[in-house]
């Protein structure tokens, strides 16, 4: 029998055995309901325009009314008009914060509860605007199309060099939950894999399994087999996405959002495969599941040290840090799917961290294989990791 | 022919193997006995790569023992070892696949296996379910199913009650007859006084005593008598003569070939009416004890 055919057998096992448990179930329907919520209810909550309320004093005229809305309407915001009969009232209202703002029509004077906000300020002033011209056109006598012209908005479009407000923004929320999502899928199975490991010295099914098949076909297919179950989890909430971006559009989300779904899958492969290795061995140190966590604190330290280095480059992309961390192998997983997500990375530099991630992936294995060989038929206290490289030396 | 020659292996300052040699031919059934911490563990585990042996050989049918010969072998070490959420059936055919069944061949053995260990109704409970000595049934199913040339087992009897040891020794003996080789390990000698035809008997690491039991026997020159006078055991208190203790408490002689048995008799005779006069076979305890101590022991 091959070592593959070997290595098939473990880590099929290995699937079926986890994506029948009730863990594994359950924490694939959270994270798929956490997913899907985080697209779906921002475009129920707001529908994605701000909104403003103007409180007028001695009640609105429907024209004034009608006016704020288009206004409003043309600068992307919901405006609502509340009438008060007088400006005590009006106050209560402002200060109570059921209004933005106060028109006080009669002074000609808007009334805020501290400060200014310019920019409804200025629609506001635009609203009163379009009625004064309105009635200025009719004193002078103008037809309809000469008013039209005279209106008409130049038309001006516009484009910009850098994302900017929303759609930057957005962005960074992306960056933000792409990263969460691949540090806590990979932190979750490399937790599959220490107490799976630890399970088969504890019960001594070791012994059976080696002398049968050798330490490195074990450990790659225990691997293999929590990669599988894990790149299937995240396949099934990518599914589940995609689903939900085309149910309720893309048009509020950040343009770089369908696209992240398959990079979350690529960086879930290499980053796990990077930090499964470590994951396994570190339980192959342990026999009981006591023990678990203390043998995984340098490797959880590791991947919570990348983490919080990519969550810091969310907000500077192309700063030196982001660069540089983008392609050295603990970081590189988490910086650069943020990177992604903030858009502007090219093919090259994806394909370069790669490699680098795959390259010292490989040499993990070979060092990390062997402190498994030495240590995971050493059953008993913690296994120190010079007497597991020592004892696999043949 | 499992052929272990020579083996040597030292745990920093304890010598557990020191110079290990015997052979366990196809068809046979050899017991490889000696007390706790003789280095019948650490023998078993070197034959499966388990640990590495300082010094010595290894053989299956003359080959150096390699991964490919491992996979011809089964073994059921002495801390069980099984998946305790797995399903039995699934983890009998999981270990038979392992050895390089195909899945159809490893369903089938597991059935036949399940069938014949009295398992069959258990066969989707998971082994946790299971009772201690349904557990250890499945453990030696996983040992076997493959269908394996060379069968090891690490002290497979320890715990079992007497009908159990019955019930292992026939499934032995059928293994045997179908031409498996079949070591087992146990440190209570009385317990498998009946089961094994070849004996392999290690103190220390080292073999001292190893052959066909019956031959074992009567090559011993320990004489054992069990005499009874008026229905109670009787030892005298003369030069040459001393008490075996052991076997449900009742007290047999050891005589040395110096002491003439006539005259023995007549002793007896002398002190009252005897009811019990007859030979006994050593037990293996006996040529255990014979072989550790030199056969001076008096």
Same mark, same amino acid.
């Given at each position: 029998?091959?070592?593959?055919?070997?290595?098939?057998?473990?880590?099929?096992?290995?699937?079926?055995?986890?994506?029948?448990?009730?863990?594994?179930?359950?924490?694939?329907?959270?994270?798929?309901?956490?997913?899907?919520?985080?697209?779906?209810?921002?475009?129920?909550?707001?529908?994605?325009?701000?909104?403003?309320?103007?409180?007028?004093?001695?009640?609105?005229?429907?024209?004034?009314?009608?006016?704020?809305?288009?206004?409003?309407?043309?600068?992307?915001?919901?405006?609502?008009?509340?009438?008060?009969?007088?400006?005590?009232?009006?106050?209560?209202?402002?200060?109570?914060?059921?209004?933005?703002?106060?028109?006080?029509?009669?002074?000609?004077?808007?009334?805020?509860?501290?400060?200014?906000?310019?920019?409804?300020?200025?629609?506001?002033?635009? %609203?009163?605007?379009?009625?004064?011209?309105?009635?200025?056109?009719?004193?002078?006598?103008?037809?309809?199309?000469?008013?039209?012209?005279?209106?008409?908005?130049?038309?001006?479009?516009?484009?910009?060099?850098?994302?900017?407000?929303?759609?930057?923004?957005?962005?960074?929320?992306? %960056?933000?939950?792409?990263?969460?999502?691949?540090?806590?899928?990979?932190?979750?199975?490399?937790?599959?894999?220490?107490?799976?490991?630890?399970?088969?010295? %504890?019960?001594?099914?070791?012994?059976?399994?080696?002398?049968?098949?050798?330490?490195?076909?074990?450990?790659?297919?225990?691997?293999?087999?929590?990669?599988?179950?894990?790149?299937?989890?995240?396949?099934?909430?990518?599914?589940?996405?995609?689903?939900?971006?085309?149910?309720?559009?893309?048009?509020?989300?950040?343009?770089?959002?369908?696209?992240?779904?398959?990079?979350?899958?690529?960086?879930?492969?290499?980053?796990?495969?990077?930090?499964?290795?470590?994951?396994?061995?570190?339980?192959?140190?342990?026999?009981?599941?006591?023990?678990?966590?203390?043998?995984?604190?340098?490797?959880?330290?590791?991947?919570?040290?990348?983490?919080?280095?990519?969550?810091?480059?969310?907000?500077?992309?192309?700063?030196?840090?982001?660069?540089?961390?983008?392609?050295?192998?603990?970081?590189?997983?988490?910086?650069?799917?943020?990177?992604?997500?903030?858009?502007?990375?090219?093919?090259?530099?994806?394909?370069?961290?790669?490699?680098?991630? %795959?390259?010292?992936?490989?040499?993990?294995?070979?060092?990390?294989?062997?402190?498994?060989?030495?240590?995971?038929?050493?059953?008993?206290?913690?296994?120190?990791?010079?007497?597991?490289?020592?004892?696999?030396?043949? | 022919?499992?052929?272990?020659?020579?083996? $040597?292996?030292?745990?920093?300052?304890?010598?557990?193997?020191?110079?290990?040699?015997?052979?366990?031919?196809?068809?046979?059934?050899?017991?490889?006995?000696?007390?706790?911490?003789?280095?019948? &563990? &650490? $023998?078993?585990?070197?034959?499966?790569?388990? /640990?590495?042996?300082?010094?010595?050989?290894?053989?299956?049918?003359?080959?150096?023992?390699?991964?490919?010969?491992?996979?011809?072998?089964?073994?059921?070490?002495?801390?069980?070892?099984?998946?305790?959420?797995?399903?039995?059936?699934?983890?009998?055919?999981?270990?038979?696949?392992?050895?390089?069944?195909?899945?159809?061949?490893?369903?089938?053995?597991?059935?036949?296996?399940?069938?014949?260990?009295?398992?069959?109704?258990?066969?989707?409970?998971?082994?946790?379910?299971?009772?201690?000595?349904?557990?250890?049934?499945?453990?030696?199913?996983?040992?076997?199913?493959?269908?394996?040339?060379?069968?090891?087992?690490?002290?497979?009897?320890?715990?079992?009650?007497?009908?159990?040891?019955?019930?292992?020794?026939?499934?032995?003996?059928?293994?045997?007859?179908?031409?498996?080789?079949?070591?087992?390990?146990?440190?209570?000698?009385?317990?498998?006084?009946?089961?094994?035809?070849?004996?392999?008997?290690?103190?220390?690491?080292?073999?001292?005593?190893?052959?066909?039991?019956?031959?074992?026997?009567? /090559?011993?020159?320990?004489?054992?008598?069990?005499?009874?006078?008026?229905? &109670?055991?009787?030892?005298?208190?003369?030069?040459? @003569? $001393?008490?075996?203790?052991?076997?449900?408490?009742?007290?047999?002689?050891?005589?040395?070939?110096? @002491?003439?048995?006539?005259?023995?008799? /007549?002793?007896?005779?002398?002190?009252?009416?005897? &009811?019990?006069?007859?030979?006994?076979?050593?037990?293996?305890?006996?040529?255990?004890?014979? /072989? @550790? $101590?030199?056969?001076?022991?008096?």
């Amino acid at each position: 029998m091959t070592s593959l055919a070997t290595i098939r057998l473990v880590a099929r096992r290995e699937v079926v055995q986890r994506a029948r448990s009730r863990a594994f179930k359950i924490s694939t329907a959270i994270v798929v309901l956490v997913a899907v919520a985080l697209i779906v209810v921002p475009s129920f909550v707001s529908g994605g325009r701000p909104t403003s309320t103007v409180g007028v004093v001695g009640g609105a005229s429907s024209e004034l009314a009608s006016s704020l809305v288009a206004v409003g309407k043309a600068q992307d915001r919901t405006v609502e008009v509340s009438a008060y009969p007088d400006e005590a009232a009006a106050e209560r209202a402002l200060r109570a914060g059921a209004v933005d703002v106060v028109l006080v029509p009669d002074r000609a004077q808007l009334v805020w509860k501290a400060e200014r906000d310019p920019v409804v300020a200025a629609l506001v002033t635009e %609203a009163v605007q379009a009625i004064e011209r309105g009635r200025t056109i009719a004193e002078i006598g103008l037809t309809p199309e000469q008013a039209a012209a005279l209106l008409r908005p130049p038309g001006l479009s516009s484009r910009s060099l850098e994302p900017v407000g929303k759609e930057e923004e957005g962005r960074i929320a992306l %960056a933000t939950i792409v990263v969460i999502l691949l540090f806590a899928s990979i932190s979750v199975f490399g937790g599959f894999l220490v107490s799976g490991v630890i399970e088969e010295k %504890a019960n001594r099914v070791v012994e059976v399994l080696l002398s049968r098949v050798r330490p490195d076909e074990l450990l790659a297919g225990k691997v293999l087999g929590m990669g599988v179950v894990g790149l299937a989890q995240i396949l099934v909430v990518a599914v589940a996405v995609l689903g939900a971006l085309v149910a309720v559009g893309t048009a509020d989300l950040p343009q770089t959002t369908p696209g992240m779904v398959g990079w979350v899958l690529l960086w879930f492969v290499v980053g796990y495969g990077f930090y499964s290795v470590v994951f396994a061995t570190s339980g192959s140190l342990a026999s009981r599941q006591e023990d678990a966590q203390s043998v995984s604190v340098p490797v959880t330290m590791l991947s919570l040290v990348a983490y919080f280095v990519s969550l810091g480059t969310i907000s500077d992309p192309s700063g030196t840090l982001a660069r540089v961390c983008s392609f050295l192998p603990p970081t590189a997983p988490f910086v650069m799917v943020a990177r992604q997500a903030r858009g502007g990375v090219s093919v090259w530099e994806v394909a370069v961290s790669v490699a680098v991630m %795959a390259a010292s992936t490989y040499g993990l294995v070979k060092l990390a294989g062997r402190i498994y060989e030495g240590a995971i038929l050493r059953i008993g206290p913690r296994v120190r990791l010079r007497e597991a490289w020592r004892s696999a030396r043949r | 022919m499992l052929e272990v020659e020579g083996l $040597t292996k030292r745990f920093g300052e304890v010598l557990a193997l020191d110079g290990c040699s015997f052979v366990v031919p196809e068809g046979r059934i050899v017991g490889f006995l000696g007390p706790n911490g003789a280095g019948k &563990t &650490t $023998t078993m585990r070197c034959v499966f790569g388990l /640990a590495r042996p300082d010094g010595g050989s290894l053989r299956w049918r003359g080959r150096e023992i390699g991964e490919a010969e491992r996979r011809r072998f089964g073994y059921m070490p002495e801390e069980r070892g099984l998946y305790p959420r797995m399903r039995v059936r699934e983890q009998i055919v999981y270990f038979a696949e392992l050895s390089g069944l195909s899945s159809s061949a490893a369903g089938a053995a597991a059935d036949r296996w399940l069938g014949r260990l009295g398992l069959a109704d258990r066969a989707s409970s998971r082994v946790e379910e299971l009772s201690h000595g349904n557990q250890q049934r499945v453990q030696l199913a996983a040992a076997i199913a493959h269908g394996p040339e060379l069968v090891v087992l690490d002290e497979p009897f320890s715990g079992l009650d007497p009908l159990g040891v019955e019930a292992l020794a026939g499934l032995l003996a059928e293994l045997a007859g179908d031409g498996v080789a079949v070591l087992f390990s146990s440190h209570q000698l009385d317990l498998v006084e009946d089961v094994c035809e070849d004996v392999v008997i290690v103190d220390h690491g080292r073999v001292v005593l190893s052959g066909e039991v019956e031959r074992l026997r009567s /090559a011993s020159s320990r004489r054992i008598l069990r005499v009874t006078v008026d229905g &109670t055991p009787w030892v005298p208190r003369i030069p040459g @003569v $001393t008490e075996v203790p052991r076997e449900e408490g009742r007290p047999r002689i050891l005589v040395d070939a110096s @002491v003439d048995l006539g005259g023995l008799l /007549a002793l007896a005779g002398e002190a009252g009416r005897v &009811t019990q006069f007859s030979f006994e076979p050593p037990s293996l305890s006996d040529l255990f004890i014979e /072989a @550790v $101590t030199g056969g001076d022991r008096g």
